[in-house]
Nanobody
Framework: VQLVESGGGSVQAGGSLTLSCVASVTDVNIYCMGWFRQTPGKGREGVAVIPTDGETTYYTNSVKGRFAISRDKTKNTINLQMNDLKPDDTGIYYC???????????????????WGQGTQVTVAS
């Protein structure tokens, strides 16, 4: 599985960005998909995940009400709409896919996790 992210960039606090991830699989809907981010001095943390049902979504507390993850089933793509961005949202955002597990926790995801190359998001105060 290859994952290719796009949509990162630099914005002022309060601005918006939309990240997209295209998966090179026949049917992305059989995978749990999600977005994780890595910031300087911190490990990789889960931001949002969307299980295979495409209806349920999970978010880390700091982004609830501001970010929205969604699937585009026809394009094998997931998106992350990020609104009201804050400087603490700055980091490298990675797309994730997993065939059997779905979690915001890195410790739950196994070695079978697929990752994209990452896209930089920078939010200036």
């Amino acid at each position: 599985v290859q994952l290719v992210e796009s949509g990162g960039g630099s914005v002022q606090a309060g601005g918006s960005l939309t990240l997209s991830c295209v998966a090179s699989v026949t049917d992305v809907n059989i995978y749990c998909m999600g977005w994780f981010r890595q910031t300087p001095g911190k490990g990789r943390e889960g931001v949002a995940v969307i299980p295979t049902d495409g209806e349920t979504t999970y978010y880390t507390n700091s982004v609830k009400g501001r970010f929205a993850i969604s699937r585009d089933k026809t394009k094998n793509t997931i998106n992350l709409q990020m609104n009201d961005l804050k400087p603490d949202d700055t980091g490298i955002y990675y797309c994730m896919a997993h065939p059997t597990r779905c979690s915001l926790s890195m410790s739950v995801l196994s070695r079978n996790t697929y990752w994209g190359q990452g896209t930089q998001v920078t939010v200036a105060s």
